[in-house]
């Protein structure tokens, strides 16, 4: 039977896993549509709130959706449908009574987000975290992210693997993984077009180079990260996106680069965050979209 809960009930769940002071200042995560009181007996997950995407859930009906990209961003002028693609959705979003929850950065940087994801899905373990956030920040959360890490763990559990799959990572942009044995850029290539969906992948160097320190950065790659990656010796990323002066750049500094896409990089949180709701937060119904989607669409 499903049991009811509200939307500040799942809001405070999330809360506990991507703590909302992790999230950059400029960024708009929680509550984007809705009332915290508001029932929820259905609630769907996905990376971003399009029309697509809602004429795919209208038959689910859900209560609640769970954006990882922010629905609003920019101050609003008006709620004219009138006015743009953004205004005739949250107009929609209102009509239908669903409300929308945010967890954008905050999730890129938690242990146990974007990044952990994203290793996961490659099989690949993290041995640290790129670019910490401020111990100042972090410690109000220590207890809570002590509390939630057994749980996260199980979620993360690789086959035949005795440690922990979250045992290295703290909070922070970015994780770094150390490949055991010998390993080029083409082997990378093939696990990402294999495990991520993403035919075509963008490269600033040849693919019989040779990579044994690894960083992963899904969505935007952070270029304020450079003296990180320099400062851990890593010889490739894998990100979601990269500006083409970011690129030389990197290859300047004997970095390698596979962009792989925007949602292709970000995606594989959907489902990890779907478990852990189904544990931290039992009650609704939780559903995802699924990848590839209509709503989500990576140019090759």
Not at 7 to 28: N, Q, T
Not at 102 to 108: G, K, M, Q, S
Request: charged letters at 20%.
């Amino acid at each position: 039977m499903v049991r009811q809960r509200t939307v500040g009930e799942i809001g405070s769940a999330l809360l506990r896993l991507a703590p909302a002071d992790y999230a950059e200042a400029w960024d708009k995560v929680n509550l984007n549509v809705g009332r915290p009181w508001s029932p929820v007996k259905k609630s769907f997950l996905c990376l971003d709130i399009t029309a697509a995407l809602l004429e795919q859930i209208d038959d689910f009906e859900p209560e609640l959706v769970i954006t990882h990209h922010p629905l609003i961003f920019n101050p609003l002028e008006n709620l004219d449908a009138g006015s743009g693609a953004g205004i005739s959705l949250l107009l929609q979003l209102i009509e239908s009574g669903i409300a929308v929850w945010a967890v954008h950065t905050n999730l890129d940087y938690c242990v146990g987000g974007v990044a952990d994801a994203l290793a996961h899905t490659l099989e690949l373990r993290p041995s640290g975290t790129l670019r910490p956030l401020s111990s100042k920040l972090t410690l109000a959360y220590d207890h809570v992210l002590a509390a939630e890490l057994p749980a996260l763990n199980g979620i993360y559990a690789l086959e035949n693997e005795e440690k922990d799959f979250l045992a290295d990572v703290i909070p922070g942009y970015g994780r770094l993984v150390t490949l055991p044995g010998r390993h080029s850029l083409d082997d990378l290539l093939g696990l990402c077009q294999e495990r991520l969906n993403c035919p075509a992948v963008l490269s600033n160097m040849r693919k019989d180079r040779p990579v044994s320190r690894l960083a992963l950065c899904p969505g935007s790659f952070d270029a304020s990260a450079l003296p990180d990656l320099i400062g851990a010796k890593v010889d490739a990323v894998i990100t979601g996106e990269c500006k083409h002066h970011e690129l030389l750049g990197l290859a300047a500094e004997g970095i390698a680069v596979l962009v792989v896409g925007h949602a292709a990089s970000e995606w594989p949180v959907i489902p990890y965050l779907q478990r852990w709701l189904q544990q931290s937060c039992p009650g609704p119904e939780y559903a995802a979209e699924e990848f590839p989607s209509s709503c989500i669409i990576d140019v090759f």
